[in-house]
């Protein structure tokens, strides 16, 4: 009798431990989850997140890594660099906001292609001004400057008007590549700027009109030189266009190729 009663109190201990445990399972609330927008990293121990890498700066690189020693460099007006295949130009500060004039000419003319006296070597294409100046987001802009609304008296508040209803047009925004050795200057790249056919240093569409030009032909194209002087900057280059506006006999040929001159 004694046995049997010790039996019973046995079970009973076991049960009530195992309910016990049950219910303390029910009372635990689940791990709370990672409140970083997923499960955690795989790898990171106990849950916790590995803590994330800045992203890649996309600002301007240190002046070694854009300008190498492979670079072939000349000094003047603006510093000149070719590197890889690439026109590097660079840019004082004291340059930037200064009026610069841009005069393009032939060089030598294309073969047959006339518009009454015009298309010789020597025949200036076109003058403009222009102006570097230094943009947000690590840009320079090039803006090409109009004269045509003026006031010449500083403390006068025409003046001041002129100025603040004459903005001038950007052209052309280049990423700064690079600040100078000294970070008192800009490194641009302007090589897609002379490889391709615009108005600020080729034909505009009045000239491509009078010679029967149409588009370049960017495979027969090419920069022949880029050098700086102390008080200049001298490019050169060969443009060779399509011929627009009548049959390729009558025109000399499909192609026209002039060899143009610029000159800052």
Excluded at 129 to 140: A, L, N, T, W
Excluded at 160 to 184: C, H, M, W
């Amino acid at each position: 009798m004694i046995n049997k009663y010790i039996k019973l109190v046995c079970v009973a201990m076991v049960a009530g431990s195992m309910m016990a445990a049950q219910a303390q399972d029910r009372r635990t609330p689940p791990p709370t989850p990672p409140t970083n927008g997923g499960t955690a990293p795989t790898g990171a121990p106990n849950g916790t997140a590995r803590p994330t890498m800045p992203p890649a700066s996309k600002g301007p690189k240190p002046y070694k890594e854009v300008v190498t020693d492979k670079a072939k460099s000349q000094s003047g007006l603006f510093k000149v660099h070719f590197v890889d295949d690439k026109y590097l130009l660079e840019i004082a500060d004291n340059m930037l906001g200064r009026d610069l004039l841009v005069v393009n000419r032939i060089g030598k003319g294309a073969a047959g292609v006339r518009n009454g006296f015009s298309g010789f070597a020597g025949d200036i294409i076109s003058e403009s001004v222009i102006r570097f100046e230094k943009g947000p987001e690590d840009k320079i802009f090039l803006n090409k400057i109009s004269f045509r609304e003026r006031a010449t008296d500083s403390t006068n508040g025409m003046y001041r008007s002129v100025l603040n209803s004459s903005i001038q047009p950007i052209l052309y925004a280049f990423k700064i590549e690079a600040f100078g050795k000294d970070s008192t200057s800009s490194v641009i790249d302007v090589t897609s700027l002379l490889n391709s056919d615009n108005d600020l240093l080729f034909f505009d569409a009045g000239d491509k009109r009078s010679f029967s030009l149409g588009g370049v032909q960017p495979d027969k194209s090419y920069i022949v030189s880029v050098k700086t002087f102390p008080n200049n900057l001298n490019i050169r280059t060969v443009k060779t266009y399509s011929r627009g506006g009548a049959a390729p006999s009558a025109l000399g040929g499909a192609a026209a190729s002039f060899r143009i001159w610029q000159q800052f």
